[in-house]
């Protein structure tokens, strides 16, 4: 077991945003998370990742508890995620944006960069090169020298991913990365995701709002809807869940 959240909750002021949460994500799986507008999806993310504590409740990362740790060291401890709202040093190439994420995770020996010694100059070299192999799975390797700002939406979106994954994560939390994308760039983006899950061996846990999207690509899928899980099993259960079509009814009401 990857990932085990038991019974997570998360209040802000008087609003329970996540209540009593449980769930777990096997090594290699590809979740679904989906559920409607404030359901809690990415507040469940900021559990994961740090930003916030849980009120209540475990987080289990490999056998770690890491609930209520600073996101560096949960980072460390091989969870790395996207955001809603893509955040890239958008002045900086796109090559600059990759091999910053690989010095984060790089053990450098701070003497060794200070004195420019040979050993910094290797190090230089070798994550130059990681970068670049990364910005080629991405198909981005023809913009390395570009400013990351200049991407198409879809690519600083792909760039983003590259990123994280600079931290050598065994656990990927992507939060809506169609978002805003064409159809032929989000059927491009669920395929690259299915060949990183199984390339870098990872487990993906993907917020998406698109249900058709999640179904297609995800092993198990798990519902939220205000703050509750309501719903988790394979893509056909969830499809004809009577709880998930309410919820999801409820809100194109
Ligand atoms: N920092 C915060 N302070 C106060 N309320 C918050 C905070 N973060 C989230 N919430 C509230 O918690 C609820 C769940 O929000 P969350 O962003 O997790 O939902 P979501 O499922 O990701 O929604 P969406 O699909 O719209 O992004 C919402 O009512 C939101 O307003």
Known sequence: MLLEVNGASRSFGGLKALSEVSLHIRKGELIGLIGPNGAGKTTLFNLLTGVYPPSTGRILLNGHSVGGMKPYRINRRGAARTFQNIRLFT???V???VKIAFH???KHSMISSMLRLPKHFRGEEEITGKAMEMLRIFSLA???DERAGNLSYGNQRRLEIARALAAGPK???LDEPAAGMNPNETRDLMNLIAWIRREFSLSIL???HDMS???GVCDRIYVLDRGMLIADGAPAEIRSNPK?????LGQEA
């Open 244 to 248: 998930v079509i309410e919820a999801y």
């Open 91 to 93: 002045a900086m190439t």
């Open 213 to 215: 999207l999640v179904m």
């Open 142 to 144: 023809d913009q390395a």
């Open 95 to 97: 090559l600059e944006n």
């Open 104 to 106: 984060q995770h790089a």
């Open 171 to 173: 656990l990927l939390l």
């Open 206 to 208: 993907l917020i998406e």
